[in-house]
C-alpha cells in the first residue's frame, strides 16, 4: 500500500499541470485512488506496475475534465488564471510542515506564463504535451493514456510545441525578477506612481481574477500608466494592506495581506528591465493554500 500512495506526488505533479488548479487536483487524484481500491485484489495483482496505471487513469479523467472546464470558464466571472501555488524555490507546496507526498515540485514547466500558454491549448494537445514534453513519456505511452495514435500524438505536441514557441519571449533571470517585482512593491507602498510606471515595460499587461466573489477587473488592463493608476487607486482605497514578498509558482512574486488574510497572489513576468505582465488572482477559492505566516 505504500508504494502505491507512494505516487501520490507524482500524480498531483501531472494532474497540476494538466488542470491549473491543485484543487481540482487533489479531487482527481483521490478519485484515481478510489478507483484503485475499488478493484478486486486479483486484479490489483495483475497490474504489473501500479504507478502506470495509475497515471493513466488520472490523465483520463483530466482529459474528461479539461473539456467540461472550457464550458464552465466560458461562464466565469471575468479572467480565469490558474490557481497560483506558494512554494520557497526548491518544490514544496505551503509551509514547511507539509506532507512531502503532498508538494508540487515546482520548475520552469509549473510557472504562471507557462501555465497561460498551456491553457490555450486543446485538450488533447495540453495532455498530451504535457505527458510527453513536460513528464518525458514516450508517444507510445501516451497514446495509450489518450486512446490516440502515436503518430496522432505526435502531432498534437508538435501543434503545443508551436503554440509555447509563439508565446516565448526573452524572460529577465529570476534574480532580475526579484529585483523588479522589489521595486514594483515598494513604488506601490509609497503611492509613486512615476516609479511604478518606470518598473513596468510601455505595453505592460494586467490580469486580476476575482471569479465573481470578490472585487477584480472583469478585463485586462493594458499599458504601464494604467496599470500604475488602478494600483495608486487600490492604495488609496484606505485599507491597510502588507505586501509580502514570496516565492509564486516557482518565481519571485508577492502576496497581499489585509487583516492577516491573503487577498490577493501576484505573479509577473519580466523581460530585459521591464515588468511586462502581472496576474493577480483575489478569488479566495484559488487562495486556500496560502497563510498570512
Given amino acids: 500500500m505504500s508504494a502505491v500512495m507512494g505516487e501520490r506526488r507524482q500524480l498531483l505533479n501531472v494532474a497540476y499541470r ?20 475499488a478493484l478486486a485484489p486479483g486484479q490489483r495483482q495483475d497490474i504489473a506496475s501500479p504507478g502506470a496505471w495509475l497515471t493513466t487513469v488520472t490523465s483520463r479523467i ?8 472550457r464550458v464552465r470558464r466560458e461562464r466565469y466571472v471575468g479572467e480565469w488564471i490558474p490557481e497560483p501555488l506558494p512554494g520557497d524555490g526548491v518544490g514544496g507546496l505551503g509551509g514547511g510542515g507539509a506532507d512531502p507526498a503532498d508538494r508540487v515540485t515546482l520548475d520552469e514547466s509549473v510557472n504562471m506564463a ?3 500558454v498551456l491553457e490555450n491549448m486543446t485538450p488533447a494537445e ?21 486512446g490516440r495514435s502515436p503518430g496522432a500524438c505526435r502531432q498534437l505536441a508538435s501543434s503545443a510545441r508551436r503554440r509555447v514557441a509563439s508565446a516565448r519571449v526573452e524572460r529577465a533571470s529570476a534574480e532580475r525578477k526579484a529585483g523588479l ?3 514594483f ?39 504601464a500608466s494604467a496599470i500604475a493608476a488602478g494600483f495608486i487607486r487600490i492604495r488609496n482605497l484606505g485599507q491597510e494592506l502588507t505586501v509580502v514578498e514570496r516565492t509564486v509558482n516557482g518565481q519571485p512574486g508577492l502576496v497581499v495581506e489585509a487583516g492577516g488574510v491573503t487577498t490577493t497572489v501576484m505573479a509577473f ?22 497563510s498570512a505566516g
Fill in 269 to 290: 513576468e519580466a523581460a530585459g528591465d521591464r515588468i511586462t505582465r502581472i496576474w493577480a488572482v483575489r478569488n479566495p477559492d484559488k487562495l486556500r493554500t496560502w
Fill in 181 to 183: 517585482v522589489r521595486q
Fill in 126 to 146: 495540453r495532455v498530451v504535451f504535457v505527458l510527453h514534453d513536460v513528464f518525458r513519456y514516450s508517444f507510445a505511452e501516451v497514446a495509450e493514456i489518450v
Fill in 18 to 37: 494538466l488542470l491549473g488548479s491543485l484543487a481540482d487536483a487533489e479531487d482527481v487524484v483521490q478519485e484515481a485512488f478510489a478507483r484503485w481500491y
Fill in 62 to 69: 483530466c482529459l474528461d475534465l479539461l473539456g467540461s472546464a
Fill in 185 to 223: 512593491a515598494r513604488a506601490w507602498a509609497a503611492k509613486d506612481i512615476d516609479a511604478l510606471i518606470g518598473v513596468l515595460d510601455p505595453d505592460a499587461v494586467a490580469v486580476s481574477d476575482g471569479g465573481g466573489v470578490v472585487p477584480a477587473l472583469l478585463e485586462p488592463v493594458i499599458g
Fill in 114 to 116: 507557462f501555465l497561460v
